[in-house]
């Protein structure tokens, strides 16, 4: 029985949420005493300086008739009892009417002091007296302390059970919410554990607005993203192994043809190279993006001006775009230098020109703008559907459609790299207003200064 009962309090205790309302629960408690303490303390010192003060006056009174006209003519009320021990007279040990003083009081130094007297039933009651001596005569008044201690007791009372049913309704109330948050926190540990194993469809379903449904919120999205990025690795994989198979087989059967019929010469040899550097040429493109997305290509980042930048590009590409057939243009708009990394913007951009000229027709127009904030590449080729637009910036994909040739679809997937690398938006849109026409490039964000 107490094994099961200490593996119930390890279990329970383990559970935070529950943690925490036992925690909460036990400050509760001590503020509670704490203030009831306090609360005590400066209860019972109001009605002690009531009853001093009061008792002060007492005796300036019977002080005052007794000089007069040495008689005590206040009589003892339900609470207070007076006595006068005069320097002439010995001392009896009883008051006019109500209560027995202790015999030893006039022993007692002047001042205040708690004491017991004697009621008139025989019955032992406190009391605070307060003795002062005047032209040698010993003048005492008393005050019963019963009625404030029955106002104590019934302060503790209201104190007990105020604290008794505030307790029991904080206890519940916080337990109630504790056992909510236990039951998201113990959803989202289940369906992170199924999300471990593999189950990577699975999505953590909580309800309400609180930290734990962002928390969980922001996990589904991040195993979505893990979800999207384990199906293109499938795909890439299947793509790549698509890729490969058909060089790599050309390539095996030529060489056995050659082989078999002893026409193994330079020409066959170049050929087979130039087979090899296109799978090489695969993996190389693979690995560039990789380093791109990884940050290791993070190089040379510095403030470019993009009119600058740009005008150095166009006459790069100028000559180069003319000589295939194509007409160009180059707009630039002024604005603050941005920081990034020269090299890689140059692969952007070459990438994004090579695409214009492999899919566009001859004698169209390709535009090139450079600033404020942003590079553009404009073509008036065959454009991107819809519905494939999300789709292009994945490695390996291919448009279904004949292109001018080959390529191996990573073009757009290097271009999202390094605009991802330099926290830039990936703009890829088709041209408005116009029958075809594409416009792709990167828009930089929180970069100028």
């Known amino acids: 029985m107490f094994i099961n009962l200490s593996n119930l309090y390890k279990k329970y205790w383990r559970m935070s949420a529950i943690r925490q309302a036992f925690v909460l629960i036990?400050?509760?408690?001590?503020?509670?005493?704490?203030?009831?303490?306090?609360?005590?303390?400066?209860?019972?010192?109001k009605i002690i300086e009531n009853i001093d003060k009061k008792l002060s006056y007492d005796i300036e009174s019977i002080s005052l008739v007794w000089q007069s006209e040495k008689k005590l003519a206040l009589r003892s009320s339900k609470d207070s009892y007076y006595m006068i021990a005069p320097s002439s007279y010995a001392y009896a040990g009883r008051i006019v009417k109500g209560a027995i003083f202790p015999e030893n009081i006039i022993n007692f130094k002047e001042g205040f002091h708690n004491v017991e007297l004697i009621g008139e039933k025989g019955k032992k009651l406190s009391a605070r007296v307060l003795l002062s001596k005047i032209n040698s005569d010993l003048f005492v008044s008393a005050q019963s302390l019963t009625t404030q201690i029955q106002i104590?007791?019934?302060?503790?009372?209201?104190?007990?059970?105020?604290?008794?049913?505030?307790?029991?309704?904080?206890?519940i109330g916080l337990f109630s919410i504790a056992r909510n948050t236990q039951i998201k926190i113990s959803n989202i540990e289940k369906n992170l554990n199924y999300i471990k194993s593999g189950r990577l469809k699975t999505r953590i379903k909580l309800k309400g607005d609180d930290d734990l449904v962002r928390v969980s919120n922001s996990i589904n999205e991040t195993t979505q993203q893990l979800e999207n990025l384990m199906e293109q690795f499938k795909n890439q994989s299947a793509n790549l192994a698509h890729d490969l198979k058909t060089p790599l087989t050309s390539l095996r059967l030529n060489l056995e043809q050659k082989i078999s019929s002893n026409k193994l010469n330079k020409k066959s040899i170049r050929e087979s190279i130039l087979q090899i550097d296109h799978i090489i040429n695969i993996f190389d493109t693979i690995i560039k993006i990789a380093?791109?997305?990884?940050?290791?290509?993070?190089?040379?980042?510095?403030?470019?001006?993009?009119?600058?930048?740009g005008k150095e590009i166009f006459e790069t590409y100028e000559p180069v775009?003319?000589?295939?057939?194509?007409?160009?243009?180059?707009?630039?708009?002024?604005?603050?230098?941005?920081?990034?990394?020269?090299?890689?913007?140059?692969?952007l951009v070459t990438n994004l020109i090579q695409n214009s000229l492999k899919y566009s027709k001859?004698?169209?127009?390709?535009?090139?703008?450079?600033?404020p904030d942003q590079i553009l590449i404009e073509d008036e080729g065959p454009g991107i559907p819809i519905n494939q637009m999300s789709k292009v910036i994945e490695p390996m994909y291919r448009l279904k459609r004949e292109s001018k040739g080959g390529g191996y679809?990573?073009?757009?997937?290097?271009?999202?790299?390094?605009?991802?690398?330099?926290?830039?938006?990936?703009?890829?849109?088709?041209?408005?207003?116009?029958?075809?026409?594409?416009?792709?490039?990167?828009?930089?964000?929180?970069?100028?200064?």
Do not use: P
């Not at 040379?300 to 600058?308: G, M």
């Not at 000589?323 to 990034?340: A, E, Q, V």
């Not at 997937?413 to 116009?434: D, P, Q, T």
């Open 26 to 45: 036990n400050i509760y408690t001590l503020i509670f005493l704490l203030c009831w303490l306090i609360t005590n303390l400066l209860i019972e010192k």
């Open 362 to 371: 001859k004698d169209t127009i390709i535009g090139i703008t450079f600033g």
């Open 409 to 449: 679809g990573l073009g757009l997937s290097m271009v999202k790299a390094i605009c991802e690398i330099h926290n830039g938006e990936l703009i890829i849109k088709n041209r408005e207003n116009k029958k075809n026409g594409l416009v792709v490039g990167i828009k930089f964000r929180n970069q100028t200064t």
């Open 321 to 347: 775009i003319e000589d295939r057939g194509f007409k160009t243009y180059y707009n630039s708009f002024d604005g603050s230098k941005i920081k990034l990394d020269k090299d890689l913007i140059f692969i």
């Open 152 to 171: 104590n007791k019934t302060i503790n009372q209201i104190f007990l059970v105020s604290f008794i049913f505030s307790a029991i309704f904080i206890t």
């Open 291 to 309: 380093r791109i997305q990884s940050g290791s290509e993070r190089k040379k980042f510095k403030k470019i001006s993009l009119i600058d930048f």
